[in-house]
Nanobody
Framework: QIQLVESGGGLVQPGGSLRLSCKASGSIFSIFYMGWYRQAPGKQRELVATDTGAGDTNYADSVKDRFTITLERRTNSVYLQMNSLKYEDTAVYYC???????????????WGQGTQVTVSS
């Protein structure tokens, strides 16, 4: 069992910035990667960004050059710095982790409860 606790969401004006944080705890043997997804009202959940913590990051085209993801393996934490926010960035943001609980080669996914980000004037 693992737990992911997110923080940092809120209300921001267009062009503003927010920083999301997520910390994973529990039975974690190793992490493959951590990331952020988001889901806007009436839409499917979509990838925002992932990070392996080894220089390998992946971003949705819609957030490239505006968002920066950072995985801190030492603390099992992942951060998402969001700059130049737009109305269309409004969504619930979910932290996720792909990890192993033991040395067996079995990967599992875990999800946070989500944090609301609202971009509005």
């Amino acid at each position: 069992q693992i737990q992911l606790v997110e923080s940092g969401g809120g209300l921001v004006q267009p062009g503003g910035s927010l920083r999301l944080s997520c910390k994973a705890s529990g039975s974690i043997f190793s992490i493959f990667y951590m990331g952020w997804y988001r889901q806007a009202p009436g839409k499917q959940r979509e990838l925002v960004a992932t990070d392996t913590g080894a220089g390998d990051t992946n971003y949705a085209d819609s957030v490239k050059d505006r968002f920066t993801i950072t995985l801190e393996r030492r603390t099992n934490s992942v951060y998402l710095q969001m700059n130049s926010l737009k109305y269309e960035d409004t969504a619930v943001y979910y932290c996720m982790i792909r990890y192993r609980q033991t040395s067996d080669l079995v990967w599992s996914d875990g999800w946070g409860q989500g944090t609301q980000v609202t971009v509005s004037s």
